[in-house]
């Protein structure tokens, strides 16, 4: 997708997102694209179309990354107009990243900025989008310069939208209610060597938390969700097994999520948090609200147009 913004440009953000089925017959196509080509068996298949009819047959995720580009590339046109072009990568549907490139290269794009919408940098995530990008205008031509924003999980604007989110989470629940900041699972291994997704997760619950003025862990925690369905360990404590040992305690009666891992609603929000969760949650008794996720909020995607602003001009 590029965003029609006048003259042809030379400089160009690509925005990079997993990606979604469209539609319910795609869905064992891009399961099987994730697991690198392999078909997933009936049974993982047939739990995904469940998780998928849950929430209305598909995700919304494809119109919410169309709808950032839209807005990104709105916010870019206000600060520099005709000079930068938006268009969607993505890891796992079509357009697909390398698809992406080849349209932005044959276009006469020299630069393309890289932004990946997950605020948190991985190795098994971030990285592997960049390296894809980099790989393909490498291959169609070594000229094009390809620069990456790795990670914005302590953009300014970002923490202030989570706060006021929690804020407004915690109006409507008990006063004994615990925050929990969760993410997307990661397989143990790919952090054992010291990638920084965990501790930039922290690092973003603790700014949220401090603009709240939540006391450390009596009041907020860090909980991980949707991990894969793999026999090799990932990142924990799983979201709902948190609520069960916060059940347990007697010392809460409520729990509000903010999931600061996730920008836009999609399968892991409206289904593992808004479903499943809180299935959980009034199983166990607890009162349970989400936070809202940033979708194309005006005001985070202008201050990321000012990061690719400031990576074009330095």
């Not at 592997?128 to 031509?141: F, G, I, M, V």
């Not at 709240?212 to 097994?241: C, F, H, K, M, Y």
């Not at 607890?286 to 985070?300: H, Q």
Request: glycine share 8%.
């Amino acid at each position: 997708m590029r965003e029609p913004l006048g003259e042809r440009t030379e400089a160009a953000v690509l925005l990079m997102a997993y990606g979604t089925p469209g539609s319910p017959e795609e869905i064992e196509p891009y399961y099987t694209d994730i697991r690198r080509g392999n078909p997933p068996p009936p049974g993982l298949l047939a739990d995904l179309v469940r998780r998928y009819a849950a929430i209305g047959g598909t995700s919304p995720l494809a119109e919410r990354t169309r709808a950032q580009a839209t807005g990104l590339a709105r916010a870019l046109e206000d600060r520099a107009p005709g000079e930068v072009g938006v268009t969607i990568g993505l890891k796992h549907a079509e357009p697909k990243i390398e698809t992406a490139v080849d349209e932005l290269v044959a276009s006469g794009v020299r630069r393309i900025v890289g932004l990946v919408l997950a605020p948190h940098y991985s190795t098994g995530s971030v990285q592997q989008y960049l390296d894809r990008a980099r790989s393909r205008a490498a291959e169609r031509d070594p000229a094009v310069d390809v620069v990456g924003i790795e990670s914005w999980h302590l953009e300014p604007a970002y923490l202030d939208f989570l706060a006021a989110g929690v804020r407004r989470c915690l109006d409507g629940l008990p006063a004994r209610t615990k925050v929990l900041f969760t993410a997307h699972s990661l397989p143990q291994r790919v952090v054992a060597g010291g990638d920084p997704y965990p501790e930039q997760l922290r690092a973003t619950a603790e700014a949220v938390a401090d603009r709240v003025g939540l006391v450390p862990w009596s009041t907020w925690a860090v909980a991980w969700q949707s991990a894969g369905r793999t026999p090799e360990p990932w990142l924990g404590p799983d979201i709902l097994d948190v609520l069960r040992d916060l059940a347990a305690t007697g010392r809460a009666e409520g729990a509000a999520v903010c999931p600061c891992g996730f920008v836009a609603d999609h399968l892991e929000v409206l289904y593992d948090l808004d479903i499943e969760a809180r299935a959980r949650a009034d199983e166990l008794g607890l009162a349970f609200a989400r936070t809202p996720v940033l979708n194309d909020d005006p005001t985070v995607l202008g201050a990321l147009a000012d990061r690719v602003l400031a990576v074009l001009r330095a």
